[in-house]
């Protein structure tokens, strides 16, 4: 049997709500792995000694372990504790720790390589460590790792994939629906690829524009 | 009992490991006295400025300021609130500006007064006006400092400085980093704040300049400092062996 994109247009709706989806679980998990990064960092670098260990564990966990276990563990596995979180959920908080962890390492290199001068003219003025850090450092150094956390945002889209797994009809497994019911895998998984090609240009349009703001501020 | 004087350093001691950069150093400042500091590299004027407001701690020794002492032994919490505290009233401006890249030279101003005086929005934009009109940088209040020369970035640092309202100043070679074209500008807004009897400790290398603005010249060499008085009598006068020799190189270096 040869190609037949026609099996494609009764399955638009199917295709569009995978499309939402994405977009919706890429975008909240990557505001997640971001802000979320940013306070990892900062706890790393500045926060108890009491916390800084189970911390450093927690992060080498979701580094050196597959994201789709992860996902597994938090979606099938919590709900043995009584965490029953719905499939959109662990998938975004799943997806938003891993590439926060990803986010804090980039970003507590770029706190240390901060001129200790910026720190120094902020206390001189009267700020307290606190202050210094969340006005003056830590924006300093998260204006200087936009392009590489972006390379981050990129790969968490793709990666969003993965909570198919988890049964969130995101795009993946809108058309593996689609297949299902068509057997037409070729032509799905290629207007998906397709489709997810486009979300990926839609998000580097975004990221250079952010980034262009940064570079005025150097 | 008679007043305290405004400025005071007792007995200021400063060691890295095994190297002693102050060495029992005592000195007092007068209210709206300007006084520089002048010495060759090394000689530890930066970290005697510095220890004016704590960010580099003596080993020992007292500094006090209008009556309170600043780095006064007290538990970590109440010590950063009151060290927190004694730096809002001391502004300092540093050889290579600092100022925050990340924000444009009004919210640079407006930064510390916002968040430590709550003031408003608009009071704030009144007092970056104000300040920034003083240095003469006004025109420049929503640029960048990546988008202004040396000179500028100085002069906005000393606005962002002068916006805490300090009692005292210190300056550490404010001129050092700049183009010789550039000097001039800073000189003159430091000239003005002079004028206006602000309380000053200048660290520079520009003798000319300390001899026309400031009322007293310390020379401090190897952590000590070796002889202090009028500018009159340290530039052409000096007692000291060791100032002579560094004023007469300094000439030679200039030419
Ligand atoms: N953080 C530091 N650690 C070790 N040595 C230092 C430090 N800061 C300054 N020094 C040393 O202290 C001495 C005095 O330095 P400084 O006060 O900067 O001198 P100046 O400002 O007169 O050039 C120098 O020998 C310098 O190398
Ligand atoms: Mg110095």
Redesign the pocket.
């Given at each position: 049997m040869g190609l037949d994109f026609s099996a494609i247009p009764p399955f638009y709706g199917t295709l569009a709500i995978g499309v939402l989806w994405t977009i919706a679980i890429t975008v909240v998990a990557a505001l997640l792995s971001f802000f979320g990064g940013i306070l990892l960092a900062m706890i790393a670098l500045h926060g108890p000694q009491l916390v800084k260990q189970p911390f450093r564990f927690v992060s080498w966990l979701f580094m050196g372990t597959p994201l789709l276990l992860q996902l597994f563990l938090i979606y099938f596995g919590l709900v043995q504790i009584g965490i029953d979180l719905p499939a959109f959920v662990a998938g975004v908080i799943g997806l938003g720790l891993h590439y926060a962890v990803y986010n804090s390492e980039l970003i507590q290199t770029a706190i240390v390589a901060v001129d200790r001068g910026q720190m120094e003219a902020a206390r001189t003025l009267g700020l307290s460590r606190g202050q210094a850090l969340v006005r003056v450092v830590v924006p300093q150094a998260v204006r200087d790792v936009i392009p590489p956390i972006g390379n981050n945002m990129i790969a968490l889209l793709k990666d969003s994939a993965l909570v198919s797994a988890i049964g969130v009809t995101e795009l993946t497994l809108s058309a593996q629906l689609a297949i299902g019911r068509t057997y037409r895998a070729f032509e799905f998984y290629a207007v998906a690829a397709l489709l997810y090609y486009i979300i990926n240009l839609g998000m580097e349009a975004v990221l250079r524009r952010i980034e262009r703001r940064a570079r005025l501020s150097r | 009992m008679t007043k305290p004087p405004f400025v005071e350093i007792r007995h200021a001691q400063k060691s890295?490991g095994s190297?002693e950069?102050l060495k029992d150093i005592s000195l007092t400042v007068e209210r709206g006295q300007i006084v520089a500091i002048i010495?060759p590299?090394?000689?530890?004027?930066?970290?005697l400025l510095r220890a004016i407001n704590d960010l580099d701690p003596l080993s020992s020794g007292e500094v006090w300021l209008d009556g309170v002492q600043v780095n006064e032994a007290l538990p970590h919490r109440q010590y950063e609130k009151h060290i927190n505290d004694m730096r809002q009233q001391v502004g300092m401006v540093f050889q290579h500006f600092n100022l925050f890249p990340h924000l444009t030279v009004r919210q640079n101003v407006t930064m510390a007064p916002k968040l430590l005086k709550k003031i408003s929005d608009k009071e704030a934009d009144a007092l970056a006006e104000e300040q920034l009109d003083h240095v003469g940088m006004l025109e420049r209040i929503d640029y960048y400092p990546s988008q202004l020369s040396g000179g500028q970035k100085q002069r906005v640092a000393i606005a962002r400085a002068l916006a805490m309202k300090p009692k005292l100043m210190l300056f550490d070679e404010a001129t050092s980093a700049l183009d010789p074209e550039l000097v001039e500008e800073v000189n003159q807004v430091m000239k003005k704040l002079a004028e206006e009897h602000m309380t000053m400790i200048i660290?520079t290398h520009e003798m000319d300049f300390a001899a026309s603005v400031c009322d007293r010249v310390i020379f401090m060499d190897k952590g000590v400092v070796v002889e202090e008085g009028p500018p009159d009598l340290v530039f052409r006068n000096p007692t000291q062996e060791r100032t002579r020799n560094f004023l007469r190189k300094h000439l030679e270096g200039a030419k």
């Open positions: - | 890295y190297l950069v010495g590299s090394g000689s530890g004027k930066s970290t660290v």
